[in-house]
Structures are given as structure tokens and as C-alpha cells.
């Protein structure tokens, strides 16, 4: 079946660590995304990628960064920067056209202790 | 530049009885328009789009919305509401640039 597949479900940090969420998509989707979602805030895009070997930052980037080594994947780093990061955060994939919707994995929920 | 704001933070309806969940937009151009459904602790999933077709648009399990220019709204319905439905939903505008604006969400409560 094809789909987004985001590991692990449930993820918890020590304050002071970085942590990397996985995201992976058989889609054969050209962009792929990252959004966090708070309570009551909707979701705020991270950090997208349109190509291989590229991305961009989106509204919130501070304190993650991304890679996009192959077309498949697209793993998310929570820095030790990222002040505030217990939140879900969700991977979609899309083709690379305008106005098109996104496809969603089933999120990863973070949580600092 | 586009926006979208979803007017009501919660609606809660009993079984069996209309859904009206609101949804006006801001777009400098003819925009696309989602919705999105996420149920608890889930990802999301595509509801129905708008892309300049038909104005009344017919989504997965009943639901529909409609397109209206002149209010600049799109309003996502269903005549009888069915306990599954309990979620919540995100109305979405194509930003122009492949990226996608959010609405807030309105959760949708089912009473029995």
C-alpha cells in the first residue's frame, strides 16, 4: 500500500537532547513537508522540500533542521534549540503542482520530560 | 496574500441531526479549498477539495461543501451527523506558492 509512514508514534526527550523523527513516503511525491500542531493553533509548516538536496524553511524552522537525501525520505531534527518542542508533529507528502493537497502521516507525538 | 479562518472553535450537535461547520477565505487569486478531518491522536485525511470545477463538492462519508465566491466562504455540511464524525476538521487554502493555509480547526462534538 502506498503511503506515509512516520516512526515512532511516541517519542520522549530529555531537555538538552537532540531527537530526529522519521518520515518516509512510497508516493513517489517530489515534495514533502513538516508541520507542528499545538492545541487550538492549527498546523504551522517547518520545513519543506521540493527536490532532493533541497528545502526550505517554513513560518517556525528555528530550532530544526532537516535533510533530503533521497526522494523517499525526509527526517526532522528537534535541537536542543527548540525551546518549546513537546507538540505532534505530522510529515505530508505532495505532488509537485500547484494548488494540489498534501498527504499525511499518521504523526509523531513528542514529549520533553 | 491568502488566509482562511475557521469561525467556530467547537460545534457540538446531537446524532442524526445537520452538521454546519464555517469556513470564510482570503485569497488574491481564485484559490483551491480542503478539508481535512483528524480524529484523535491521527493523522489527517482529505475530506473534499475545491479546485475551480463544480461549486458544491461532495466529499467521503456525506459530508459536502460549497463554494461561494460572493461571500467568500466554504462551509462544510452533512444532513445527519453520525457519531464516527466526532473530530476534528481543518478547512485549508492553496497559499499560491504549493504550500497550503491552515484554519485553526472546529471540533466537532456528537451527543448521543
Known amino acids: 500500500d502506498g503511503g506515509i509512514t512516520q516512526s515512532p508514534k511516541y517519542l520522549f526527550r530529555k531537555e538538552g537532547q537532540n531527537v530526529t523523527l522519521s518520515c518516509e513516503q512510497n508516493l513517489n511525491h517530489d515534495a514533502m513537508y513538516w508541520y507542528r500542531q499545538d492545541p487550538g493553533q492549527g498546523l504551522r509548516l517547518i520545513y519543506y522540500s521540493q527536490i532532493v538536496n533541497d528545502f526550505q524553511k517554513g513560518d517556525i524552522a528555528e530550532g530544526y533542521s532537516v535533510s533530503r537525501e533521497k526522494k523517499e525520505s525526509f527526517p526532522l531534527t528537534v535541537t536542543s534549540a527548540q525551546k518549546n518542542p513537546t507538540a505532534f508533529y505530522l510529515c505530508?507528502?505532495?505532488?509537485?503542482?500547484?494548488?494540489?493537497?498534501?498527504?499525511f502521516g499518521q504523526g509523531t507525538r513528542l514529549t520533553v520530560v | 496574500a491568502q488566509s482562511v479562518t475557521q469561525l467556530d472553535s467547537h460545534v457540538s450537535v446531537s446524532e442524526g441531526t445537520p452538521v454546519l461547520l464555517r469556513c470564510n477565505y482570503s485569497s488574491s487569486y481564485s484559490p483551491s479549498l480542503f478539508w481535512y478531518v483528524q480524529h484523535p491522536n491521527k493523522g489527517l485525511q482529505l475530506l473534499l477539495k475545491?479546485?475551480?470545477?463544480a461549486t458544491l463538492v461532495k466529499g467521503i462519508n456525506g459530508f459536502e461543501a460549497e463554494f461561494k465566491k460572493s461571500e467568500t466562504s466554504f462551509h462544510l455540511t452533512k444532513p445527519s451527523a453520525h457519531m464516527s464524525d466526532a473530530a476534528e476538521y481543518f478547512c485549508v487554502v492553496s497559499g499560491g506558492n504549493y504550500q497550503l493555509i491552515w484554519g485553526a480547526g472546529t471540533k466537532l462534538i456528537i451527543k448521543p
Open positions: 505530508a507528502s505532495s505532488i509537485l503542482r500547484m494548488n494540489t493537497e498534501a498527504f
Open positions: 475545491y479546485t475551480s470545477a
